[in-house]
């Protein structure tokens, strides 16, 4: 047993700052010929980068074929060197559709040759005009970042944008992706839909939740004392209910008064709740529980972050496992594109049994030979 | 072994991980004026010790009164101190000198109070003696601003002057079990400051009840750098580096202060042992690279609250030997690439050569 002296596995809520009162995306036309957009970041471990990834947000008239390629980053400027990996082969061409199909969606794009990434490796992913009619009235846009988060001023990775004639550097969280296959088992960047979302619960003991499991290298058993998360509550006067279940049902819950927080029944609450029972429930590895808010007398929403393609949630701590699940008074239903802004808050966790060893009874008698 | 999916360990509270911190404390200027934060508890625990962020003085403060209350219907304190005949709560009068300013107080209650789990509270100060006016006040808790909690609708901070006003943020006030604490909550950083060092580093270390080894990958940390220049990111014990990776500012938006995800490029990353003193952060010379902390009093208590209590101070190298300073901690979140869990507990294994037998 150990006391963790409350550890959190955070996960951002997304609007944090200050006089920022919505989390919002900055877009970027590419309308020109001589027109990019960069993400430069840095490589955690060796990879294989099969695909690239970015958010289309919306087209004007018929788009012309873009690019977009893995190339190395200038190392005096930090902006990307315009050499494409792979003696010029890690690139992949596209064409967006002239209609709303791929609107703020997050496309992937594979590579014609894949590129072999190593470990702290500085790369950029450089989005740029291929062929075709450009110009205002024939062009893409696309989301260079988010603004909002607690990650703001955000010093690496970042978005680069290239208009008319030179790199500009973003300073918020840019929005890019690259991974290593179609199923991939590894998504870097942030390959995210959309960050504003939420799902409201319409009917009385509904409940919108983070189903998780623990991975058995995690810990053997462990011990959920509180959540953070990302709501908005029912109206002043009403109560907002925070509950841990499992399949079986209830494990712990609280119900806080809506009158306790700042603004109830307003978008984007960041609420910090504990639990009130004497005793916490101690949770398994590898066992399936949901952590969220259930619906008490009137509308409530828990936000959350969605992306295009299940898999693209690896890119989040704890991977594709721990996603949205709804409860409509009898089953769990899941939905694999989303992670709602919850952050379970542990009291405790007990290491991972061990593997064996010899214990030698006392009452043994005999020998041991090989 | 494992790929830690992802697994990030954040030495400071995620809300707190940012470059600045302003704290707004409010003034109390006037005998019916209040401040207070609304929370629910962590854990069962008994309060011994109130805390808040002290602000201001002007003229000759009164006396001032600071208890634990519970929480009415409309969400704000309810005016009943805890404790009935032992009332939770304490007075104190602040200094007519600028001594208290900018700095966390904590007030030792006349009669602590045990709190259950999950209990919704408030801590509230409001005027006890003395003379009050716009002449002699003080400004006390208040909430900071700048944090990522910004947005933090519960637990809030209220004021009361006529009637009760919440506001979002981080509330500035704080509680905990003891001079000596065991467990303290609430409160924050007096403030967030670079740190320049020839090596200026986050020393930690992991619980062997967590796992036995690990490996880490990289960071996310907040920095600041000037552009033009190089740095060191790196992995030290007390024995030197284990792992490091030079760093141009230029690739980071030299020139700036943020959080930057830096990771090593050692094509094998060194196992690490649980329970044993690590540090990293940045290396370097000319004042390039600065390393943020967050700063708090020399009340150890303050660090008690972080999510890794003594595990996680700052030190500094000046070349030769490493220096903790635990009125520091760095904000830094840890990126694992592999955690094994412990060596085995007990466990029965049959040697098949064993002759003989058990018996109790």
Same mark, same amino acid.
């Not at chain 1, 953070?228 to 509550?233: E, G, M, Q």
């Not at chain 2, 001594?99 to 209650?109: A, E, F, P, R, S």
């Not at chain 2, 943020?292 to 009093?297: E, K």
């Given at each position: 047993?150990?006391?963790?002296?409350?550890?959190?596995?955070?996960?951002?809520?997304?609007?944090?700052?200050?006089?920022?009162?919505?989390?919002?995306?900055?877009?970027?036309?590419?309308?020109?010929?001589?027109?990019?957009?960069?993400?430069?970041?840095?490589?955690?471990?060796? =990879?294989?980068?099969?695909? /690239?990834?970015?958010?289309?947000?919306? %087209?004007? *008239? $018929?788009?012309? &074929?873009?690019?977009? @390629?893995?190339?190395?980053?200038?190392?005096?400027?930090?902006?990307?060197?315009?050499?494409?990996?792979?003696?010029?082969?890690?690139?992949?061409?596209?064409?967006?559709?002239?209609?709303?199909?791929?609107?703020?969606?997050?496309?992937?794009?594979?590579?014609?040759?894949?590129?072999?990434? =190593?470990?702290?490796?500085? /790369?950029?992913?450089?989005?740029?005009? %291929?062929? *075709? $009619?450009?110009? &205002?009235?024939?062009? @893409?846009?696309?989301?260079?970042?988010?603004?909002?988060?607690?990650?703001?001023?955000?010093?690496?990775?970042?978005?680069?944008?290239?208009?008319?004639?030179?790199?500009?550097?973003?300073?918020?969280?840019?929005?890019?992706?690259?991974?290593?296959?179609?199923?991939?088992?590894?998504?870097?960047?942030?390959?995210?839909?959309?960050?504003?979302?939420?799902?409201?619960?319409?009917?009385?003991?509904?409940?919108?939740?983070?189903?998780?499991?623990?991975?058995?290298?995690?810990?053997?058993?462990?011990?959920?004392?509180?959540?953070?998360?990302?709501?908005?509550?029912?109206?002043?006067?009403?109560?907002?209910?925070?509950?841990?279940?499992?399949?079986?049902?209830?494990?712990?819950?609280?119900?806080?008064?809506?009158?306790?927080?700042?603004?109830?029944?307003?978008?984007?609450?960041?609420?910090?709740?504990?639990?009130?029972?004497?005793?916490?429930?101690?949770?398994?590895?590898?066992?399936?529980?949901?952590?969220?808010?259930?619906?008490?007398?009137?509308?409530?929403?828990?936000?959350?972050?969605?992306?295009?393609?299940?898999?693209?949630?690896?890119?989040?701590?704890?991977?594709?496992?721990?996603?949205?699940?709804?409860?409509?008074?009898?089953?769990?239903?899941?939905?694999?594109?989303?992670?709602?802004?919850?952050?379970?808050?542990?009291?405790?966790?007990?290491?991972?049994?061990?593997?064996?060893?010899?214990?030698?009874?006392?009452?043994?008698?005999?020998?041991?030979?090989? | 072994?494992?790929?830690?999916?992802?697994?990030?360990?954040?030495?400071?509270?995620?809300?707190?991980?940012?470059?600045?911190?302003?704290?707004?404390?409010?003034?109390?200027?006037?005998?019916?004026?209040?401040?207070?934060?609304?929370?629910?508890?962590?854990?069962?625990?008994?309060?011994?010790?109130?805390?808040?962020?002290?602000?201001?003085?002007?003229?000759?403060?009164?006396?001032?009164?600071?208890?634990?209350?519970?929480?009415?219907?409309?969400?704000?304190?309810?005016?009943?101190?805890?404790?009935?005949?032992?009332?939770?709560?304490?007075?104190?009068?602040?200094?007519?000198?600028?001594?208290?300013?900018?700095?966390?107080?904590?007030?030792?209650?006349?009669?602590?109070?045990?709190?259950?789990?999950?209990?919704?509270?408030?801590?509230?100060?409001?005027?006890?003696?003395?003379?009050?006016?716009?002449?002699?006040?003080?400004?006390?808790?208040?909430?900071?601003?700048?944090?990522?909690?910004?947005?933090?609708?519960?637990?809030?901070?209220?004021?009361?002057?006529?009637?009760?006003?919440?506001?979002?943020?981080?509330?500035?006030?704080?509680?905990?079990?003891?001079?000596?604490?065991?467990?303290?909550?609430?409160?924050?950083?007096?403030?967030?400051?670079?740190?320049?060092?020839?090596?200026?580093?986050?020393?930690?270390?992991?619980?062997?009840?967590?796992?036995?080894?690990?490996?880490?990958?990289?960071?996310?940390?907040?920095?600041?750098?000037?552009?033009?220049?190089?740095?060191?990111?790196?992995?030290?014990?007390?024995?030197?580096?284990?792992?490091?990776?030079?760093?141009?500012?230029?690739?980071?938006?030299?020139?700036?202060?943020?959080?930057?995800?830096?990771?090593?490029?050692?094509?094998?990353?060194?196992?690490?042992?649980?329970?044993?003193?690590?540090?990293?952060?940045?290396?370097?010379?000319?004042?390039?690279?600065?390393?943020?902390?967050?700063?708090?009093?020399?009340?150890?208590?303050?660090?008690?609250?972080?999510?890794?209590?003594?595990?996680?101070?700052?030190?500094?190298?000046?070349?030769?030997?490493?220096?903790?300073?635990?009125?520091?901690?760095?904000?830094?979140?840890?990126?694992?690439?592999?955690?094994?869990?412990?060596?085995?507990?007990?466990?029965?294994?049959?040697?098949?050569?064993?002759?003989?037998?058990?018996?109790?």
């Amino acid at each position: 047993m150990t006391t963790v002296n409350l550890w959190t596995i955070p996960y951002n809520a997304a609007y944090a700052t200050g006089t920022t009162t919505t989390l919002s995306g900055t877009s970027a036309y590419l309308d020109g010929q001589n027109e990019k957009e960069g993400y430069i970041f840095r490589v955690p471990r060796d =990879t294989t980068i099969t695909h /690239l990834g970015m958010n289309f947000v919306s %087209y004007t *008239g $018929t788009p012309p &074929t873009y690019r977009i @390629s893995i190339q190395g980053v200038d190392a005096s400027t930090g902006n990307p060197d315009g050499t494409i990996k792979g003696s010029g082969n890690c690139y992949a061409t596209f064409t967006p559709p002239a209609d709303s199909s791929w609107n703020n969606t997050f496309q992937w794009f594979q590579l014609g040759t894949s590129y072999s990434a =190593t470990r702290g490796e500085l /790369l950029s992913i450089v989005m740029d005009y %291929y062929s *075709g $009619t450009i110009n &205002t009235s024939n062009r @893409s846009q696309i989301l260079e970042y988010y603004s909002g988060q607690m990650d703001d001023v955000n010093l690496c990775p970042y978005a680069d944008n290239y208009v008319p004639s030179s790199w500009s550097k973003r300073n918020m969280t840019p929005v890019f992706g690259y991974k290593d296959g179609s199923s991939p088992t590894f998504v870097g960047g942030h390959p995210s839909a959309t960050r504003t979302n939420g799902t409201s619960l319409g009917t009385n003991g509904y409940r919108a939740a983070l189903k998780f499991s623990l991975p058995s290298w995690f810990c053997s058993t462990a011990k959920i004392c509180g959540l953070r998360a990302v709501i908005n509550s029912e109206a002043a006067g009403g109560s907002s209910k925070f509950g841990l279940w499992s399949s079986s049902g209830v494990l712990q819950d609280v119900t806080i008064d809506t009158d306790c927080l700042v603004s109830p029944a307003t978008a984007h609450q960041l609420v910090q709740v504990f639990f009130d029972e004497a005793s916490l429930s101690t949770l398994s590895s590898g066992t399936t529980y949901y952590l969220g808010i259930e619906r008490v007398a009137g509308t409530t929403t828990l936000y959350e972050h969605r992306v295009t393609t299940a898999s693209d949630l690896l890119s989040n701590p704890m991977g594709d496992g721990w996603i949205l699940s709804t409860y409509n008074g009898s089953t769990w239903s899941d939905t694999t594109t989303t992670r709602p802004y919850i952050s379970p808050i542990f009291e405790d966790i007990t290491a991972p049994t061990g593997s064996g060893g010899l214990f030698v009874h006392p009452g043994m008698v005999g020998g041991m030979r090989a | 072994m494992s790929d830690a999916t992802k697994l990030g360990l954040c030495s400071v509270w995620p809300g707190e991980v940012i470059v600045s911190t302003t704290c707004t404390a409010d003034t109390l200027d006037a005998n019916t004026e209040k401040t207070a934060c609304v929370f629910n508890m962590p854990y069962a625990v008994t309060i011994a010790h109130c805390g808040f962020w002290y602000g201001t003085r002007t003229g000759t403060p009164p006396t001032y009164r600071i208890s634990i209350q519970g929480v009415n219907s409309s969400g704000n304190p309810d005016g009943t101190i805890k404790g009935g005949g032992s009332p939770a709560s304490n007075t104190f009068t602040p200094p007519a000198d600028s001594t208290w300013n900018t700095q966390w107080k904590w007030i030792q209650l006349n009669n602590s109070y045990s709190a259950s789990r999950g209990e919704v509270l408030s801590i509230v100060i409001d005027y006890s003696s003395g003379t009050i006016d716009a002449s002699n006040f003080s400004t006390m808790g208040g909430v900071a601003s700048g944090l990522g909690d910004d947005r933090l609708s519960f637990p809030n901070k209220q004021f009361y002057s006529g009637s009760w006003a919440k506001a979002a943020g981080t509330p500035l006030f704080a509680f905990k079990d003891g001079a000596s604490p065991t467990n303290v909550w609430g409160g924050l950083a007096e403030s967030v400051s670079a740190q320049t060092y020839s090596r200026a580093a986050m020393k930690f270390n992991i619980p062997s009840t967590f796992c036995s080894t690990f490996k880490i990958r990289g960071a996310k940390l907040r920095i600041g750098t000037t552009a033009g220049n190089t740095f060191t990111f790196g992995l030290w014990n007390s024995g030197g580096v284990i792992q490091d990776v030079t760093v141009d500012t230029d690739q980071i938006k030299g020139g700036n202060t943020g959080g930057a995800e830096l990771f090593f490029d050692e094509s094998s990353l060194t196992t690490l042992n649980a329970g044993t003193d690590y540090y990293i952060g940045v290396e370097q010379s000319g004042g390039v690279a600065s390393l943020y902390t967050q700063v708090y009093d020399s009340d150890i208590g303050q660090q008690v609250r972080m999510p890794w209590g003594t595990n996680a101070v700052f030190s500094s190298y000046n070349g030769s030997v490493w220096s903790d300073d635990v009125t520091k901690v760095p904000i830094v979140i840890l990126l694992f690439d592999d955690i094994t869990a412990p060596t085995g507990g007990s466990g029965l294994m049959v040697h098949p050569g064993m002759v003989g037998g058990m018996r109790a």
